[in-house]
């Protein structure tokens, strides 16, 4: 099964931007839907973005509400990894960052990274 680990996070000013790299290892997931969630502290984990294998090596992006227009999704297939670009960040973007797998292509999850933590100061 492939295991995820995610890379990236940090500390950066509000306005700022970083990206999320999340490196697949143990398969090929380029036919997985992925995704990433984050949980802030005291708040529960909220689903960000998904990225879904819509079939032919094409993908479907949908976003949560908070990050549409400023977070943006995409896959290096060549080299099994997912990234999170994130732009224009607030603080209230301050939170643990997961990248997460469906096998099935879809967006029921069921593999998980460790996480990788982002700070956004104001």
């Known amino acids: 099964q492939v295991q995820l680990q995610e890379s990236g996070g940090g500390l950066v000013q509000a306005g700022g931007s970083l990206r999320l790299s999340c490196a697949g290892s143990?398969?090929?997931?380029?036919?997985?839907?992925v995704g990433w969630f984050r949980q802030a502290p005291g708040k529960d984990r909220e689903f960000v973005g998904g990225?879904?294998?819509?079939?032919?090596?094409?993908?479907?992006?949908d976003y949560a509400d908070s990050v549409k227009g400023r977070f943006t999704i995409s896959r290096d297939n060549a080299k099994n990894t997912v990234f999170l670009q994130m732009n224009s960040l607030k603080p209230e973007d301050t939170a643990v960052y997961y990248c997460?797998?469906?096998?099935?292509?879809?967006?029921?999850?069921?593999?998980w990274g460790q996480g990788t933590q982002v700070t956004v100061s104001s």
């Open positions: 997460v797998a469906d096998p099935a292509g879809r967006a029921h999850y069921t593999i």
């Open positions: 143990g398969g090929t997931f380029s036919h997985y839907g």
């Open positions: 990225h879904r294998w819509a079939g032919e090596f094409t993908y479907y992006a």
